[in-house]
């Protein structure tokens, strides 16, 4: 197997590593935390010098890094110039349970480009709403990683994130099951954007923000979950009106 150079501009050591499993832990549950995969390591060193670098005040450099990470304070400072893809995801439901929609705002290169809605369910809940999103965000991460783009995703469920970025790993070794607390709810979508998020996860980073402080992505996927409920499309579908900001964040909130 040809070696991997995975580049870490913020994590708790920043630099370029060999081990994906030494870069993971570097990475994992890290705030903000920005790393790529490169094929050689000239494209990886190119890299490491040429993005800026950004993440939380707890980072250690290593020896290979060239300059240290800067602190990001503020809770709605998400940097989109970091990735070529930045896909925001949020879930609605009225009332909980209840009428559930999905929605995603897709960024490139830091400006929006696309929103999404759909996936109604008359019978949701607000966490199958966000898995929901959260599985549509990592089919259009394949997309966009296939056509060597780097691909972040950023969601306000933190549920939704652990489902599929860490709980699922333990629910597998044990045949999809839990010991005590019964069966897994909502385990079809979980089963699925677990198997996409584990053949992407080396190319793929998956951040928490919080909901409702102002991160124009967030209040646009936001928006586009209850568009989705108002609509009652079962589909996902793609927003086809002109995008304004001021209509669609003037919609309903979730």
Known sequence: MA???????????????????????????FPQAKYKSFKTQ??????????????????????????????EKASKAIDLSQHDVSIF?????????????SGIAIYQSGELTELWYGLFNANGTNNSAELNALHQALLLADKAIKADKSVQILSDSQYSINC????????????????????????????????????????????????HVGIEGNELADRMSIYAIDKKDSK???YQEPIVLSSILSLRTG
Request: aromatic share 10%; hydrophobic share 30%; charged share 25%.
């Open 236 to 238: 996902f579908c793609r």
């Open 42 to 71: 000239a494209e990886a060193e190119a890299a490491f010098k040429r993005v800026p670098s950004y993440g939380g005040a707890a980072q250690k450099k290593s020896t290979t890094a060239n300059t240290g990470p800067k602190t």
């Open 164 to 211: 599929i970025t860490n709980w699922a790993y333990g629910w597998k070794t044990k045949g999809w099951k839990r010991q005590k607390a019964g069966d897994i709810k909502n385990l079809d979508i979980i089963q699925q954007a677990h198997e996409l998020y584990d053949n992407l996860k080396e190319q793929l980073s998956i951040k928490h923000v919080s909901a």
């Open 3 to 29: 070696t991997k150079y995975y580049v870490v501009w913020a994590g708790r050591e920043t630099g370029i590593f060999t081990s994906w499993d030494h870069t993971k832990k570097q990475v994992d549950k």
């Open 89 to 101: 995801t949020d879930g609605g439901c009225e009332p909980n349970p209840g009428k559930a929609g």
